[in-house]
């Protein structure tokens, strides 16, 4: 690490006017955009509509935009005195007001606790910081260091998780176990390696073959639909109908595949987009083959290999009788929650597989250069279309589980959200990453949940979450990429890291070309 | 056809349209295999648009590229994809802005250039899936075509480097080597030597070389760099605005006056200033 300049950052002359000049402008900034949305309010009242007026809402923002503007102008001027003697008595009375409200209650800046609390956070966070940079003489860090630094820690967090994969996975298998008698952890359970399981999907065609693709959610609904119709139709069983469902979304894949093959990037995503809206429009509206908007009702459950899993009767074989044990209806939903984690892990597996399979090089070839692709003869047509077709499949093989976990679909189920989310997860964890998708998974879908009771600010907490990893690391949680064949054992022969990027030509130097014929 | 079995690449009446800009005009040069050819001329001549033809990113408004595989016999190459041409006529070809998969290893990016090979290995990924032991003997064996490339361009050492954190110089062997890792019989380079030092312009010579008489590949180069073009060409074909000007050894093209008033303009030009009518006369030029 010899190579990070390590410098004590100056403290810069402490330019009062341009200092207040910059907090001024961000004030104003902060003052044009809540006048509107926060300090007025529309409320109901008989005949009609009125307008509610919050400003004192306003110039409280107003106010917080300022001061932390100022002590952020500080920090990074490395002042962290001044804005540590700013910021304590802050925190002080912030803290006052929010533990004894009775008599400092008049000091919260806002009537919701849980915006005075978040302000609260946010407040320590800097004055944590501040007291560091404090007694300790901070290094600055050009961007492409900084960066560097990141995925070495990220390769780092990533060699950890890869250790704790196997205990991730033993805590999956055994996770019913924990919560036997709670049904809404195992719900959520289900519902997050229901994402795990879609994330991995779309990573084959994002992550790997570098297709952006907003419109994964209309494989899912293939999938669903397929399910639901052959076995409402032709009373079919869910393991006969799986295999049929995911080829039904190979196909769509391969469909919207062909007429794709030309476009790259913001074009493929639009064409991708529409192709997802276009099927869930299809499905609302053939009402006599999908039901339109009433959906399919009435789905059945799937059966343990041909043994239903049924409350137990007189004369019929089930599950339970076979087995010997008690009914209880939980176990229904600990089957279900297994079946999902058994086909999210087949879709690791494959596709950890495939990506040391001369394909799944391909695709990631594809991503990196299509035009150094064709001069390799790879034939990038299909190669496209197999990065599509197979990550249809493991959506359509999603879809049916979806199915015959609701017992009821509709086109309500496959909005365009779905789509979003499910790339987001996969762009958070780190495009092609698979632990990271299992990372995201949680923290998108199942922090959310658990934490239902914070309403609204959940989308606040998730949305603030995007923004600050776009900032921070807009490559994704966990991107460090192995590589998928190595002609040295790991660490036998320097990496880049060590000799220095900008060394001249470290290996080839004359000296040793000399000898060649 | 005797006379067929000795001609690598036979290009005739070449002619490459853009609307109304002709920017090939019925050119039609010969390779022969085991031969470095090198196509040079001033900038905007119609070099880089005649390797595309070439390699299938064009295709050509007229003209007929026949090329004589020494085992899989005639290609035409106007008529087949991009892709194609790679994989069944083994034309390979490098870029005149570096193209490597820059996030991927030194290794993996040799790797992908035995992409068909392998492809039938594994079973068109079948066999691959199941774990066989075809495939893993088809990929230990792919490993060591692409240490045998990394020896020969001294890569060996960095072979678990992403390519793009490479040197430059080390990024243009590496394109070298990927190109030869899918058995060319001939490989089209667009300028190698632009941007290197002169050691490294150097070694480039010595590697060409060496591809061109241990793998009887052909080599055709587009090059500006006339140190490197006049030393190591077996065969010059010199294009300007779109049309063959000279074609010979390289003795025959350096004394060829229509070259040297391609690069230098019209001999007898009173308006050149008097120190540049002695300099030229000095260089033997005038």
Known sequence: MADITGSVPEARSLDIPSMLKEAGITALLVLALTIVMVGFRTIDVPGGISVNYRFEAVAVSVGIAFVGRLILILMRRGRSLPAMLVLGPLVLLQLLALLVPDTFGILQPYPDPVLNWLIVIVSVMLLARATWANWHTSQEFTREQLEKRQDESAAKAQKILGYLGPVLLIGALALPFFFSGDRQMIDIAILVTTYIMLGWGLNIVVGLAGLLDLGYVAFYAVGAYSYALLATHFGLSFWVCLPFAGAMAALAGVLLGFPVLRLRGDYLAIVTLGFGEMIRIILLNWYQFTGGPDGISGIPKPSFFGIPMERPEEGVLSFHSLLGIEYEPVHKLIFLYYLILALALLTNLFTVRIRKLPIGRAWEALREDEIACRSLGVNPRNTKLTAFGIGAMFAGFAGSFFATRQGFISPESFTFIESAVILAIVVLGGFGSQIGVVVAAIVMIGLPEIFRDLQEYRMLAFGGAMVLIMLWRPQGLLAHREPTIRLHPKGGAPEPGEVGTDAPDAGGTPETTAERP | ?286
């Open chain 2, 1 to 286: 056809m005797a006379e067929a079995a000795t001609i690598l690449l036979d290009v005739q009446h070449l002619t490459m349209r853009f609307g109304g800009l002709v920017a090939i005009d019925d050119v039609s040069f010969q390779a022969e295999p085991g031969q470095i050819t090198a196509i040079i001329g001033p900038n905007g001549a119609g070099k880089t648009t005649i390797f595309n033809c070439l390699t299938g990113f064009y295709a050509p408004t007229v003209g007929r590229l026949a090329l004589n595989h020494p085992r899989r016999g005639q290609f035409l190459l106007e008529r087949m994809e991009g892709y194609q041409i790679a994989q069944k006529a083994g034309v390979a070809r490098t870029f005149q802005n570096i193209r490597l998969f820059p996030r991927m290893t030194v290794l993996e990016n040799l790797v992908i250039a035995q992409h068909n090979k392998l492809m039938r290995a594994s079973g068109w990924t079948v066999a691959g899936l199941l774990g066989l032991k075809r495939y893993k003997d088809a990929e230990r064996q792919a490993a060591e075509q692409a240490k045998y490339w990394l020896d020969q361009t001294n890569l060996t050492d960095r072979a678990d480097w992403e390519a793009g954190n490479l040197p430059y110089g080390a990024q243009r062997r590496l394109e070298i080597a990927r190109a030869m890792c899918t058995d060319p019989v001939m490989l089209c380079l667009d300028e190698p030597a632009a941007g290197l030092n002169p050691r490294e312009s150097n070694e480039l010579n010595r590697l060409l070389r060496f591809i061109r008489d241990e793998h009887d590949a052909g080599v055709l180069l587009i090059e500006h760099d006339m140190s490197v073009v006049m030393e190591i060409s077996d065969h010059i074909v010199v294009l300007d605005y779109g049309k063959k000007i000279s074609d010979g050894n390289p003795e025959y093209v350096r004394n060829d006056k229509n070259v040297i008033k391609a690069y230098l303009g019209e001999e007898e030009d009173d308006d050149l200033p008097e120190e540049v009518k002695q300099d030229l006369e000095k260089k033997g030029l005038a």
